[in-house]
């Protein structure tokens, strides 16, 4: 005889209708955004609470369970667009049948190196820690830095994009550089496949941009897989002439390079070195980073040839311009140049009595960072062009003088290089 | 009380009566002869873990929606069904590492046209049993969406669009030994793939990148009732679970859920 199973068939109904309304599996935590994800909050319900209640509850406030922490028995809540987080935890924490009511938290890992000088390295993390050894050194303001360890779990470079350090040589054998170098690059001062820093600043420059990371010594470098192809083109004073520059330009392109930085200038214009940047830029397809310059002047070329290369100038620990930084139309960025501390040539350190390592200002330091990003960003998209990967710099910049010069200005152009915004997803929310 | 009140509280009578009245008495000899035309309307719920970038990276689709569905009966021995209807479907999670400005999808749900096709063969009887075969093809059609592009020194404009398609596919176990009630289990080949698409504009730079998109899990359990309180009108509910195994390994299980409200003529 067959039974008619009236509560039976009404109650699995009943029962997936309240699946539909409490959902299915969670969705993927997103990485990053101020302090909460939008749009939702955690909501656990005392366990004396029947679902249709718990149903009830969130249906009255427009609200609906997209998914469940199973052995907490929490529920993430998908909250109406028209309000926020704020108001909905107030809400739902008035309701007597709630246990408790939270916002979804955000949680990033950052990565930060084991550097033994990394703490002094404000610019890529500033915590408002003292800048420089001297006692009695100003500290930083938190958080203005260029968001490297945020960008770092993103990417930390590809060992198969080559930055051309054209200075006054690298020193081959510094040990936060020599396991980094391409090639012993070579020396358009003295005409030889011999690239070695006599100067200084040309090591200094390279550790910025590329140093060994994460091996316990010295300091991080921006792009920690990037190889250096050194390129003198400086002579032991930091001068060097047309001639050395453009060879050395055409040979790093011709080398493998595609990265420039130049952290030299001129206030002339020296239309054969414009061509040699128009063949690297245009032909070669190479990014080129250069220092505006320290005298609180017009930009020097080579940074002010706009149309190739990406202009820098320097900001210090504190998000401010440096009242020595080069200005004009043509700057891109700014990146920190004050009180920076990099890789030193060991031969010069030894005979000063100190470490490789030494704090140095300029719009140099700052080039270099923007140089080291460059990389990173051809690493994980090889197919950009020079002039996108210059605009990805320019448009993910924190515009750090907007109280005074709202949008792309004079002094820092687009502002202070973000690394995190060029290369961490940037998260769409609505 | 108005006229317009009695209306209509007369009019919810009669709908009652139509759908709730008792089987008549000769109704299920003639049933077993006819060819029924049944207009239904059905909402369902799923979510699956989809993969995606070759397989490297996953997420998870949810997707609702809500149609209206048209079924002719043959003689109790299966139904061919149409439907179409709106839906929603959430691509959150997916990260998109092509475009100049690389973009991690969190934008909640876009709303879609949905539509598909359904049978089901019923051809063996063991006692209170039935065995059959049933498979149903959905296809979700996105609309384009657009989206706020976060803080950049550059306006421009950013575009999604979703779609996917669905087929499910396998034998069906039914057990007619209840009146009124028939619960059934299938194991079913459950294949969801589509696209989501998204265009990037910001200042000088222009990108559009496609990602395709597979559910992981080739095979789902559907378990689910049909509750037919009178000759005019039925509910089917069923509950969908899909083992899968997960990218780090072990083994993981999505689920979905459908409610369809049937009514015959």
Known sequence: MRKTHWVLGAGVIAGVTALLVFGGSGLPRAQDSPD??????????????????????????????????????VYVVRIPEDATVEEMVEAFGRNPDVAYVQPNYV?????????????????????????????????????????ATSAWEETTGAAGVVIGILDSGVDLTHPDLKNKIKSPGYDFVNNDADATDDYGHGTMVAGIAAAETNNYEGIAGVSWNSKILPVKVLNQFGFGDTVAVVNGILWAVDNGAQILNLSFGTPARDTALEEALKYAFETKGVFIAAAAGNDNTAVYYPAAYDRYVCATAATD????????????????????????????????????????????????????????????????????????IMNIIRYSADDVNSSIYKGQDVFLGYGRINMEKALVPLKIVK | MSGRRRSAILGLMTLGVVLFRPFPARAQDAEQTRTRVR????????????????????????????????????????????????????????????????LDYQAGSIGSLIWGGDFEARFISLGDFEIGIGAQFTMSLGRTKDFEIPALNATGSLAGKGTWTRVLAGPVLRYTGYENFTPFLSVSYNRIWGTFTMNETIGDLVGSEEKKITARGPIGIVIGTVFEPSDVFRVKAEITAVPFKKLTGGLDTDYGASVKAVVSF
């Open chain 1, 317 to 388: 620990y504190n998000d401010q311009r440096t009242t020595w930084s080069n200005f004009g139309s043509e700057i891109d960025v700014a990146a920190p140049g004050d009180k920076i501390i990099s890789t030193y040539p060991v031969a010069l350190a030894q005979a000063a009595g100190f470490p490789p390592y030494k704090f140095q200002d300029g719009t140099s330091m700052a080039s270099a960072y923007v140089a080291g990003l460059a990389a990173l960003i051809r690493g994980i998209k090889p197919s950009l062009t020079p002039s996108e």
């Open chain 1, 107 to 147: 949680y990033r890992a950052c990565l930060t190196p084991n550097d033994k000088y990394f703490e002094d390295q404000y610019a890529l993390f500033n915590k408002g820690q003292q800048v420089g050894w001297v006692p009695g050194s100003p500290q930083g303001k938190p958080s203005a830095d260029i968001k």
């Open chain 2, 39 to 102: 207009p239904s309307l059905a909402v369902e719920y799923f979510s699956r873990t989809i993969a995606w970038d070759e397989g490297t990276s996953t997420s998870i689709l949810s997707a609702s929606s809500a149609v209206l569905r048209g079924e002719v009966e043959f003689q109790k021995a299966g139904h061919l069904g149409l439907f179409l209807g709106y839906g929603f479907s959430n691509f959150n999670g997916l990260v998109f590492r092509q475009l100049p400005f690389s």
């Open chain 1, 36 to 73: 909460h994800m939008p749009g939702e909050v955690l909501l656990k319900f005392k366990s004396s609470v029947p679902i249709p209640v718990k149903a009830l509850a969130l249906a009255a406030l427009r609200s609906r369970a997209q998914a469940r922490i199973s052995p907490l028995d």
